[in-house]
T-cell receptor, first 110, second 113 residues
Framework: TQLLEQSPQFLSIQEGENLTVYCNSSSVFSSLQWYRQEPGEGPVLLVTVVTGGEVKKLKRLTFQFGDARKDSSLHITAAQPGDTGLYLCAALRGAQKLVFGQGTRLTINP | ETGVTQSPTHLIKTRGQQVTLRCSSQSGHNTVSWYQQALGQGPQFIFQYYREEENGRGNFPPRFSGLQFPNYSSELNVNALELDDSALYLC????????????FGQGTRLTVV
């Protein structure tokens, strides 16, 4: 059983559409991170959310941490082909171990 | 500022062989973590090194071992390779033992045949 469940696993939409991907758990986390990984590259940190209910914006990307700190969502407005990639959520377990979800593979078609 | 670099980028090995993967941490970072990412999955934590000592280990057998050097670069060694060891191996460096902000290298793609 995955500690972090991401949905959907695959998403293919047209340029200009909006989308939301989810990261859910039954556990409570002190913080949660979102990464984007492109083919042949390592994950790149997009954002860390810390406070329950927190909303952070990064250009067209909006990240929200659930009130109970068990889940998070990533909303992309007016998706562009450059948004294509694998989106991973991750949480810290203990001081040093990042636990990742299985990822959402997003494809934006021109 | 130099980022995290890993070598080699690709590697093919035969089952039963041994492999060493290398990672140079970002300038100023004293902590290196290693992750295994199987195809279609998220990365899984192997272990972390802080100031040349192992500082936490995931659910991997002892044939996965590592080293960290005085310059904070690191090696991951895998003995008795199995087909299931085929994966992308990622190294991440951070400025402290608490991975609040980890910077990943591009990874080493290992194929075991």
């Amino acid at each position: 059983t995955q500690l972090l469940e991401q949905s959907p696993q695959f998403l293919s939409i047209q340029e200009g559409e909006n989308l939301t991907v989810y990261c859910n758990s039954s556990s409570v986390f002190s913080s949660l991170q979102w990464y984007r990984q492109e083919p042949g590259e390592g994950p790149v940190l997009l954002v860390t959310v810390v406070t329950g209910g927190e909303v952070k914006k990064l250009k067209r990307l909006t990240f929200q941490f659930g009130d109970a700190r068990k889940d998070s969502s990533l909303h992309i407005t007016a998706a562009q082909p450059g948004d294509t990639g694998l989106y991973l959520c991750a949480a810290l377990r203990g001081a040093q171990k990042l636990v990742f979800g299985q990822g959402t593979r997003l494809t934006i078609n021109p | 500022e130099t980022g995290v670099t890993q070598s080699p980028t690709h590697l093919i090995k035969t089952r039963g062989q041994q492999v060493t993967l290398r990672c140079s941490s970002q300038s100023g970072h004293n902590t290196v973590s290693w992750y295994q990412q199987a195809l279609g999955q998220g990365p899984q934590f192997i272990f972390q090194y802080y100031r040349e000592e192992e500082n936490g280990r995931g659910n991997f057998p002892p044939r996965f071992s590592g080293l960290q050097f005085p310059n904070y670069s690191s090696e991951l060694n895998v003995n008795a390779l199995e087909l299931d060891d085929s994966a992308l191996y990622l190294c991440a460096s951070s400025s402290s033992r608490v991975n609040t902000e980890a910077f990943f290298g591009q990874g080493t793609r290992l194929t075991v045949v």
